[in-house]
């Protein structure tokens, strides 16, 4: 299916959206400036990245029935898959504007983050909570009468809690504003990852599709689980690697994972393989605002051949996921094929 026409299509369906979000606070009586406040948080913080989650739905949708162009699909059964996308596209938006504030960043998505837009500020905890309580909106007017229906608000209440799991850990073993890495493991790495991205961004699309294809074996869950939560590990491993290793006009951006103090795969990695002098080395210079201590970190990875290492994950993780993907049992109405595009769109990227 053409990603244009399949971009455009869902995002022409979110001002649709927003009209019908802001007609219930119209139905509770709101003022037309607090009706205004919540449209621009929404129209501000949801369509602006990459939709890729969004879209996930809608994709892994067709490759279930078949489907070869968005012509196959009936206006309602194309409109409530959307509709699936855009509530994770809202989960999105709530993470990142609470994930924002709480990491005190500046810019998202090429403009200043929600909280620091003028007369915002604390606000934007409120407006967090909103973006959030809407997906329960949409939810209950397009799907209230639909079998899978408590299956939908479980997955969406499961993965949110999944994910901020992952935050906590992740904000108590890395703050930016204290070093401290004897807290940093490859295992931590694990984990925060698996439940800070993995489950929401590469399980939650699949399984939404699953639900609304009418196939909710907990069997055919658990084979798609399986794999996605593994490649949704390797997606982060991959962005950790190029953060360091990636040159800034392939990847888009000026790497920051070393002076941000982050604990990513590439430091874990070089914790469990450096000697005690060199981890001296990383404990003086990983995680300070300083260009030079940065250079020194970079250096000492070089030196420690955590490139290599990379590179022996990437093949060693990619083998594993083949051969599983290789094993679904496709006989109740899941297909390995969803999964292979997923793999595809990540194996060996380089932005």
């Known amino acids: 299916m053409d990603k244009q026409i399949g971009k455009k299509k869902f995002l022409d369906l979110f001002p649709e959206l927003v009209d019908e979000l802001v007609e219930v606070l119209k139905e509770n009586g709101m003022p037309a400036d607090a009706i205004s406040w919540f449209k621009r948080n929404l129209d501000y913080n949801t369509p602006g990245g990459k939709l890729n989650r969004g879209l996930s739905v809608v994709d892994t949708y067709a490759l279930l029935k078949n489907y070869k162009s968005y012509d196959d699909f009936s206006a309602v059964e194309y409109k409530k898959a959307a509709i699936l996308g855009w509530c994770i596209e809202l989960l999105q938006a709530y993470f990142l504007v609470a994930d924002d504030m709480m990491d005190q960043s500046i810019t998202r998505r090429g403009q200043p983050c929600w909280y620091k837009v003028d007369g915002v500020k604390e606000i934007a905890i409120n407006d967090a909570f909103m973006l959030e309580g809407a997906i329960y909106i949409l939810l209950k007017k397009y799907f209230r009468s639909d079998s899978y229906y408590v299956d939908l608000l479980d997955l969406f209440h499961e993965v949110t809690f999944q994910t901020e799991m992952g935050q906590l850990l992740d904000l108590i073993t890395a703050p930016e504003d204290h070093v401290d890495l004897s807290k940093f493991t490859l295992e931590k790495h694990s984990f925060i990852v698996i439940y800070k991205t993995a489950f929401y961004s590469f399980y939650l699309p699949v399984a939404l599709a699953m639900y609304m294809a009418g196939i909710n074996d907990e069997k055919d869950l658990k084979q798609a689980r399986d794999v996605l939560i593994p490649l949704g590990e390797y997606f982060q491993i991959q962005d950790d690697y190029l953060d360091c290793f990636g040159k800034p006009e392939d990847i888009g951006k000026i790497g920051t994972d070393i002076q941000d103090n982050k604990c990513s795969w590439v430091i874990n990695t070089a914790l469990k393989v ?20 940065e250079k020194t970190c970079k250096e000492l990875f070089s030196e420690l051949k955590i490139d290599s290492l990379y590179h022996e994950y990437e093949e060693g993780i990619a083998k594993k996921l083949e051969q599983q993907i290789t094993e ?3 006989s109740r109405g899941f297909k390995g094929e969803v999964l292979t595009a997923f793999f595809k769109k990540i194996y060996k990227r380089s932005k």
Do not use: F, M, V, W
């Open 274 to 293: 450096c000697t005690p002098e060199q981890r001296a080395l990383l404990d003086e210079n990983y995680g300070r605002k300083d260009a030079e201590k």
């Open 328 to 330: 679904i049992d496709e």
